[in-house]
Every structure is written in C-alpha cells, then in structure tokens.
C-alpha cells in the first residue's frame, strides 16, 4: 500500500503553528505567514484571487497582484512539505486539508457541540467538548495575520467565540458538581477580566453557593449589581437575577458519591471510544469492555466513570481470589457497613439510587462476576454495571465494546494518539523529551512495533532515563527483557510487559496454547480456513474469546506482542519446524487453488486475497527456501505474478532468480528485469532451462528470454490456446519494438494486445499496454490518443488496485497538458501524484515544468528532493534532468558531466527511449557548446523510433536546425551506429 502524505495541521490560537507528521514545519516571513493564516480559515475551500490580494496588501495597489500572488504561493509550496496540500485554480488557491486539521475550525465545531450537548441536559459530554475546544488556544488568535481587517475582525470573533465557550464549559461542570473551589477561582478571575459578563458573574455566584460560600456570593451580587447599574444604567438581567434568588432560597446543588480517586497521568486518545460506551451504556444496562492485557481497559473504564452524571463506584476485581468473595469485594468498595449477607446489603444500597458500578478486572472471576452483576441488575433497577475483563461474561442483555490499541502512525506522520502517549509519558521520564524530524521515524517504529498498546509505550517511554529513543527501538527485538520497571504501586501483573502476557496465557486451556503457538508463525494474519488447516477452528474460537486474538471482518490476527510470545512458546515446546512446515504448505497448496484467477476478470479479487497473505507467503518462501526446495519454487511462482502486478518488479526481480528453473518462474523473473530497467539481467544459464509450451505462463519463456538478453527474434506464442498468452505474446512483441526504436512498429502491437487482454477480462497487462500505447502516441505526437490510452489505463490500473496510484500514467498525461498548453492543470496534477510510490517520477517532471517555465531555483529544488535513487532508470532520468538544468543556467561543464553518467547508466538497460531522451539532452548541450546538435538530435528520434514533435527541448532545437543533412543522416543510423554517436558527443572534454 502507499505510504500515506504526513497530514498537515495549522494552528492559528496564538502564534501560527505549520505541523506536518507531528513535525513542525518552519514558514519564515511574516507574508508568507499570513497567506497560510489566510488559507486556513478557509481550509477546504478555495479562496478568491482577490480576496486573497486584499488580505496580504490591504492598503497597496499593486501593478501586477496576480504574479505577486503566484511568487508568494511558489514560496509557500517550497516550504511546505507535501506540495499538492496547496492547490491552484485559475480563480484561487486552497489549502487541500480536512476542516479538523485547522484549529479554528475545530473549536468552532467542538464550542458549537459543546453548547447543543449543554442545550440537551448532557454536561458530561459539553464539558469534555468544551474542554477540548478549549484546549486548543495557545494565545491570542491570528497573532502572525497581521492587522489586515479580515484578520482584526475574525480575531474579535474568535475571542468572543472564546468566552462564551469558557462560560458554556462552567456551566456544565457546575451541574456535575465536581470541584466548585476550583470553577469559582476560574470565574472570579475571568469576571475580574469582564465585569460586564453578566452570565460569567451567575456562574460564578453558583459556584460559590455550591462550594459552601453562600454570603460571598451574595456579595459577589450586590457588587456586580452596581458596575452595572453605573456602566449601563440598568438592572442586572434575568440570568444573574436567577442566580442571586437561587443563593437566598439556599437551593442545594447536587452531588455525586463515588469512591474515585484523581487521576495522575493524562487520559490520551480514546475521546471516540468514551462517546460510543457512553452511548452502549445509555442503551443497555450492562457493557463489558474486552481486549488484550495492556490495552487500557481500566483506564478506560476509569476516564467514563470519572465523567459519569450519577453515583459512580469503582471495584478493582485483581486482587480477589476466591469467586465467592466478588460481592464482599464490591460492598467494601461501597463502604456498606452491617452484618447481614454480601448482596442483600449491595441490594439495599443500589436499589433506590441511579448509579454505576465499575466491576474490574474480571478475567479470573468470570463466572461469578456473572452470577453477582446479573443478580444486581435484576434486583436495582438504576443500576448500570461496566465491566473491563479478557473475555466476555457471556450473560443476557450484555453489550461487547471491544478495546483496541491505540491508533499508530502512518508513514511520516506521528500526530496520532499512540505518539501522543508516548510523548506525554516520555516526558514524565525526560522532561525535554520532544517529537523532532530526527526521532519521529523511531518513535513511529516504537509505537508500531508495540501494536500501540498503551501499557507497552507506557513501559517503553519509562526507559528513556537511560537510553536514547533510536536505542529503545533498535532493542525491541528483546521487548520482554527490556519492558520492566512499570509503577511500583501498579498490579503486580502491569509491572513488566510478559506479566501482562503471562496474566493471559494463565487463563488457556492446554489446547488453546497449543493452537496459540502455531497460529503465531502467521505474521501477516490468517483466515478461519487458515486457522482450521494448521490447530483447528474451536481453539480459535476460544482465542478471540480471551483476546489472545483480534479478528477484523473475515480474517483474524494477533498483536505483536502476544505473537512474540507465542513464538517462544513453540520454540520451548520444540514444535516449530512442524508448524513452519504446515504454514508453508497450505500457503502454497491455497494460491495455487487460486492461480487460474491471476490471468482473467477475477485478477483484481485475485489481488485482493493474495495480497492478504503476502506476509504469511514471504515467511513460507523465505523457510522454504532452506527446508524444501521445491515447495520453495511452487512458492515463488504464485508470488511472481502477485509482485508484477503490485509494481514490485525490481523486488521481484531479485527474489525469483533462484527459480529460474521453473519455466513459469522463469518467465516472471525476465519479465521483471525488464520492467525494473536493471543492468543486472538474466544471470543464468539459457540452455538449461526448461520449456512448457502447453503452460499459459511458461509458454512465453523463450519470447520473454529474447527481450531480456537482447537475443535473436524468438517465436512467439501468438497462436497459443489461451487467450491470455496471446496478448502476452503481442505486448512482449511491443516491448522489443520499442528496445529497437521502433515506436511506430509497436503501436499496433500495443493495439493488438490491449484488445486481446479486454477479451480474456485481463486488467493488470491491458493497463500496462495502454500505458505503453499511451507513451508511444506522445512521442509520435498524437496528444488527442496519448490522453485516450493513458485515461483507460488510468481507470483500469485504479479498478485492479485502488491503493496503487498510476504515478507514471499520471506524469504522461500531465506531459500530455503541459504540450497543450495547460501549464497550471499540468502542475496541479502531477502535486496530486507527489504522495504516491514511486514520486521520483512526479518531481521530475514538476521541475522540467519549472525549468520550461524559467523558474531554475524551483526546478533544482524538485531535483534535490529525489535524493539519489538506487534504482538504475530513476538515477538516469535524475542525472539528466540535472544535465539539462545545467544546460540552462550554462554551466556546461557540470552538464557534461552528469549527461555522462546519464548516457551510461540508460544505454545499459536497454530502454531505448530512456537513452533517447539522454540523447535529446546532449543535443541541447552540443547546440549551446556552439557545436552542430543536428546529427545527436536524429540519432535520439532513431533511438526512440519516433520524432516526439511536442516535446519542447526537441522542438526547439528542431527549430534551430541548420544542417537538414546531418539530422536525417542520425535519422537513418541503426541502434549501435545511434548509440556511438550519443557516446560520442558526451564524452567528457574542455568545452571549446
């Protein structure tokens, strides 16, 4: 799958904050940060050329706003690091992020939730809303906006917008009575700071009444009452007239009994899971949170007993052993006193209250946390119970929430709540702690590898005293040893991570262990199908049951963690090599049941599951390869045709050689070196290989052998009984053309095979030849065909495998634009594809759009972003882009150089058009050198087999063509003549 864009924050509630991945990203000018502020408020929408002018230069009138507009935006999409998060139209720009990535935009939402949850009687659920919103100011709002009207007057919004969530929040928190003392302190200083609020002085009052100041109140009252009669002229209004008769009737306020205590650490990321058992336990009167030990059940269970709006009891159940005592446990929890049985006093004392009662850590007990919680609730009939235990009670009327690890991050981005733990904990353990761009990939590393188990980072983070973060990740391999040392003061059982393992291996039966060691040698997952063939299906059962294993819609899978364990377990009980031996071989036996599939209208469901056990298949190959040879290489070719169509052909490449015996494995393994453009291809013995003519896959072997090796023409399967091989048969043929610069020659091929694949219900190889037919009509300057052919294989590319972008068709038809005219659609587009693998191609051409443009910083920041690809083609494609921009800037030298190490690197993987256009870029050298470019120019068309009269660098230099004579002797010269001349012009020598 591709790696997710790091997701973009801005923060606009003081100072202006650019977050991408939880990294901070630096704006530098106070234009510049004022044009995001700007584009933020209106996230997701665009905002106006002109409004945008007015807001950055209200009192200027510029000559040309629109290209100061544009110079400003180029700034800003340098700076920020996912380009295609800035989108242009014609009329406007926007900031492309979600309405919750601002925080503006978030308080607005979460104040306004908060007031309607107020409005409808839920103060739990306002203050948690409004405290969140709250949250979210880190000083004046807009203060990097400047003192544009646009921005005075949303800051005078927002401030208000403020106050009357401040005093929403109070209000709520007053009704639920939960610390007076503290509200009235708030309040007295924020009447201080606005003594014309006149709800902020009711909500003071109250709170003073409810803390048990009544006189102060009435003070408070008499006080407010005449700055408003002297700055108004007028009585106070209805609200605060309210607020001052209920203080004289001495109106009780409500109080709650619990036995809570305070909370120490900070609750982190489960807001969602606390709304949906809020909204379980309003529905039913019995809720049971299950999940995994270290999963944050009772933290959970705490944090909604904490914000709960009745009597709330908390009875931790670890410590009991006896089931009898369950509910002698739970009447000292309520501090019941009397000498009559456990559950009649229980009775006497919930029976007439409305309240709930948090039962704990039940796992051990079940049985008779059952039997007590069913008898209460049929005996209380306010009485809700909330349960946290490995598995269910299994009890009429019981409702499941199940716990799940905390969110992790994707790739680049850390702004998740398994991060946010990490972080908050870490810094507990190293007060400087802090997410830079240095640590975030092993901070991401340590929260993914502990499956974001909240007890685990919590462990994790502790062992930053005494080890840097990069030293923590790289010892997690070790995770048992080194995850110790938890809370003196916690159960002895979340003390060190294998406790919490071995509380929930105590509970199996010998069976249930059995099953649990050999399901762990699945590390991708597994199916029921999978689980029956290697320990059977009623274990399973019973694992899921006790959380030893998650199940997500029709597959099932373990934590890392526990898997971890389990495979020490079968190391120990020395039953590995028989589990490996039977995952392996259901492996094999399961995608060859399914191999049929590859090839016709089921590809794409084909994809689907194989792609589910691409772990569990690389981990049987990969034992495979040393235990059983032959299943090694039935492995291999059911994985070959999965990596192709994935892309993964460099990959594939590398992993199939040891196969080449295989004809069908054979087959993939060339197919991929020429599709990966490596100069390290079929390093085998032709002759020894074995032929299946009769096979659909390993009849292509010997036409698949000539494009590879660049041999002699070899017969082609064009006549073959499956339909599937045929079309192979005339793509292969394509291919050659095209290594033989013969684009002409290949469009029909391409026609031909693309036809031949819609009939068998193909998609992967179809995409994959209009792609190429798309590519061949660019360059022969046909625009209208080129978009035709890349926008079918766009679709087609999409309906096989939505999470695999079509990158390169993307690039081609974002040429086809840029050839046409649309220079901003062009670029929009290819911004689009900057997220996706590989974006090497992308940032290549978004830089020769810079570079066409006259814009050469830009195009040399496009160029430095690759990197150094170790991939052949790319470092080609890299090399002479470089070579052309130093063309353009005339440093000659620098281009003859890097055209250099271009021409060589493409002239040894045989794309011919790749070399053409190395070709194309030393003609423009030559041409600038003062040197006659004609010859190079015709030798680049008869490398590539066509003229690509719209490419731009070629028409120009068509244009200044003087020697008519020279260009159509290159025109005519065979591909190692060609070659020889391109090799011949770049040699690297002083310029004249």
């Known amino acids: 799958m591709a790696d997710a864009p790091a997701r973009l924050r801005v923060g606009l509630l003081g100072p202006l904050e650019v977050v991408a991945g939880g990294v901070a990203v630096r704006v530098a000018g106070k234009r510049l940060r004022a044009v995001v502020s700007r584009l933020a408020l209106d996230a997701g929408r665009q905002v106006p050329v002109s409004a945008l002018v007015a807001a950055l230069w209200p009192d200027q009138e510029l000559d040309d706003p629109q290209h100061a507009l544009h110079s400003l935006m180029t700034r800003l999409r340098r700076a920020l690091p996912e380009k295609s998060v800035l989108r242009s139209a014609d009329s406007g720009y926007w900031l492309d992020v979600e309405p919750d990535d601002v925080d503006v935009l978030r308080f607005e939402r979460l104040a306004a939730e908060g007031r309607r949850?107020?409005?409808?009687?839920?103060?739990?659920?306002?203050?948690?809303?409004?405290?969140?919103?709250?949250?979210?100011?880190?000083?004046?709002?807009?203060?990097?906006?400047?003192?544009?009207?646009?921005?005075?007057?949303?800051?005078?919004?927002?401030?208000?917008?403020?106050?009357?969530?401040?005093?929403?929040?109070?209000?709520?928190?007053?009704?639920?009575?939960?610390?007076?003392?503290?509200?009235?302190?708030?309040?007295?200083?924020l009447t201080a700071q606005h003594p014309l609020r006149e709800r902020a002085g009711a909500l003071l009052m109250r709170a003073m009444h409810a803390d048990g100041r009544s006189a102060a109140a009435l003070r408070h009252f008499e006080s407010v009452r005449r700055t408003v009669i002297e700055e108004l002229g007028t009585e106070p209004g209805p609200e605060l007239t309210a607020a001052h008769l209920a203080v004289l009737r001495g109106e009780p306020a409500k109080r709650r009994s619990n036995n809570l205590r305070a909370a120490v650490t900070s609750f982190v990321g489960r807001e969602r899971e606390c709304a949906q058992i809020r909204e379980q336990l309003a529905g039913a009167r019995l809720v049971t949170l299950v999940g995994a030990g270290g999963s944050?059940?009772?933290?959970?269970?705490?944090?909604?007993?904490?914000?709960?709006?009745?009597?709330?009891?908390l009875v931790e159940l670890a410590p009991v052993t006896d089931p009898a005592a369950v509910p002698l446990a739970i009447v000292e929890a309520l501090g019941l006193r009397g000498t009559r049985p456990a559950m009649e006093r229980l009775v006497e004392g919930l029976a007439s209250t409305e309240a709930l009662l948090v039962l704990d850590n039940c796992e051990h007990l079940v049985a008779a946390v059952a039997a007590c919680a069913t008898e209460l609730l049929g005996r209380c009939p306010r009485l809700r119970v909330l349960t946290t235990s490995r598995e269910a009670l299994g009890v009429d009327g019981e409702r499941l929430f199940a716990v799940q690890p905390l969110a992790?991050?994707?790739?680049?981005?850390?702004?998740?709540?398994?991060?946010?733990?990490?972080?908050?904990?870490?810094?507990?353990?190293?007060?400087?702690?802090?997410?830079?761009?240095?640590?975030?990939?092993?901070?991401?590393?340590?929260?993914?590898?502990?499956?974001?188990?909240?007890?685990?980072?919590?462990?994790?983070?502790?062992?930053?005293?005494?080890?840097?973060?990069e030293q923590l990740a790289a010892r997690l391999d070790d995770r048992f040893r080194l995850l110790t040392g938890g809370s003196r003061t916690a159960l002895p059982r979340h003390r060190t991570l294998r406790a919490v393992v071995d509380a929930s291996w105590e509970l199996l039966t010998a069976g249930e262990a059995r099953c649990a060691q050999r399901l762990a040698v699945f590390s991708g997952g597994f199916t029921l199908e999978a689980a029956e063939a290697v320990c059977g299906v009623e274990p399973l059962t019973a694992l899921v049951e006790k959380s030893l294993v998650q199940q997500a819609g029709e597959r099932y899978r373990m934590l890392e963690t526990i898997r971890e364990y389990c495979l020490e377990q079968l190391a120990a009980s020395g039953e590995s090599t028989a589990a490996r031996i039977a995952h392996?071989?259901?492996?094999?036996?399961?995608?060859?049941?399914?191999?049929?599939?590859?090839?016709?209208?089921?590809?794409?469901?084909?994809?689907?599951?194989?792609?589910?056990?691409?772990?569990?298949?690389?981990?049987?190959?990969?034992?495979?390869?040393?235990?059983?040879?032959?299943?090694?290489?039935?492995?291999?070719?059911?994985?070959?045709?999965?990596?192709?169509?994935?892309?993964?052909?460099?990959?594939?490449?590398?992993?199939?050689?040891?196969?080449?015996?295989?004809?069908?494995?054979?087959?993939?393994?060339?197919?991929?070196?020429?599709?990966?453009?490596?100069?390290?291809?079929?390093?085998?013995?032709?002759?020894?290989?074995?032929?299946?003519?009769?096979?659909?896959?390993?009849?292509?072997?010997?036409?698949?052998?000539?494009?590879?090796?660049?041999?002699?023409?070899?017969?082609?399967?064009?006549?073959?009984?499956?339909?599937?091989?045929?079309a192979?048969?005339?793509?292969?043929?394509?291919?050659?053309?095209?290594?033989?610069?013969?684009?002409?020659?290949?469009?029909?091929?391409?026609?031909?095979?693309?036809?031949?694949?819609?009939?068998?219900?193909?998609?992967?190889?179809?995409?994959?030849?209009l792609s190429s037919l798309g590519y061949a009509e660019l360059a022969l300057g046909d625009l209208d065909r080129a978009e035709a052919a890349l926008v079918e294989s766009i679709r087609l590319r999409q309906e096989l495998d939505p999470a695999q972008p079509a990158v390169l068709e993307g690039v081609w038809l974002a040429q086809v634009l840029h050839r046409r005219g649309a220079v901003a659609e062009a670029r929009a587009r290819l911004h689009e594809l900057l997220g996706g693998p590989p974006a090497v191609h992308a940032r290549l051409a978004l830089g020769d759009l810079a570079r066409h443009d006259g814009d050469f910083a830009a195009a040399a920041d496009f160029y430095r972003s690759i990197g150094r690809p170790k991939h052949e083609p790319f470092r080609a494609m890299l090399d002479c882009a470089l070579g052309n921009l130093s063309v353009s800037t005339g440093d000659l030298l620098a281009a003859r150089a890097?055209?250099?190490?271009?021409?060589?690197?493409?002239?040894?993987?045989?794309?011919?058009?790749?070399?053409?256009?190395?070709?194309?870029?030393?003609?423009?050298?030559?041409?600038?050198?003062?040197?006659n470019a004609a010859e190079v120019l015709g030798a680049a068309e008869a490398l590539r087999g066509a003229p690509d009269p719209t490419d731009p660098d070629t028409r120009s230099l068509r244009a200044a063509l003087t020697d008519r004579a020279a260009y159509d002797r290159g025109r005519a010269l065979g591909r190692a003549e060609a070659l020889a001349v391109v090799e011949a012009n770049v040699s690297v020598f002083p310029v004249p």
């Not at 933290?299 to 709006?309: H, K, T």
Request: hydrophobic share 50%; proline share 5%; charged share 25%.
């Open 584 to 726: 392996a071989r259901y492996l094999c036996e399961f995608a060859e049941s399914q191999e049929p599939s590859s090839r016709d209208e089921r590809q794409p469901a084909w994809l689907r599951l194989l792609g589910a056990e691409h772990a569990n298949l690389l981990d049987a190959l990969r034992f495979a390869v040393d235990e059983d040879r032959d299943l090694a290489v039935r492995l291999a070719a059911q994985l070959g045709p999965l990596w192709t169509y994935r892309g993964m052909y460099a990959d594939a490449a590398e992993r199939l050689r040891f196969a080449v015996g295989s004809p069908s494995c054979a087959v993939w393994y060339l197919l991929n070196a020429v599709l990966s453009g490596g100069t390290d291809r079929a390093r085998f013995d032709p002759t020894a290989l074995q032929r299946a003519p009769e096979h659909p896959v390993g009849a292509l072997l010997d036409a698949a052998l000539a494009l590879a090796t660049d041999g002699p023409e070899a017969v082609e399967p064009l006549a073959h009984q499956d339909g599937w091989t045929r």
């Open 408 to 469: 992790l991050p994707t790739s680049g981005a850390v702004d998740c709540p398994s991060v946010q733990l990490f972080t908050d904990r870490a810094r507990a353990a190293r007060r400087d702690f802090a997410v830079t761009a240095g640590n975030s990939a092993a901070v991401a590393e340590i929260c993914r590898r502990l499956d974001g188990l909240p007890l685990a980072i919590e462990l994790a983070a502790a062992r930053l005293r005494s080890l840097t973060v």
């Open 898 to 931: 890097q055209l250099a190490e271009a021409f060589t690197t493409a002239s040894a993987t045989l794309d011919m058009p790749l070399v053409a256009t190395v070709a194309v870029a030393v003609a423009r050298l030559r041409h600038h050198e003062g040197a």
């Open 296 to 313: 944050g059940k009772t933290r959970l269970a705490s944090a909604i007993a904490e914000r709960a709006e009745t009597d709330t009891w």
């Open 117 to 189: 949850a107020l409005g409808r009687d839920q103060p739990s659920v306002a203050a948690e809303l409004l405290r969140e919103a709250l949250e979210l100011w880190r000083g004046e709002a807009l203060t990097d906006a400047g003192d544009a009207p646009y921005a005075v007057a949303a800051a005078i919004r927002l401030t208000e917008l403020r106050l009357s969530a401040t005093e929403d929040r109070a209000a709520a928190e007053l009704r639920l009575n939960r610390d007076p003392a503290a509200l009235a302190a708030e309040l007295a200083e």
């Open 728 to 769: 192979m048969a005339h793509l292969i043929r394509a291919f050659r053309h095209a290594n033989n610069g013969g684009l002409a020659a290949m469009r029909p091929a391409l026609v031909s095979a693309a036809e031949a694949f819609r009939r068998c219900g193909e998609l992967w190889a179809r995409s994959t030849a």
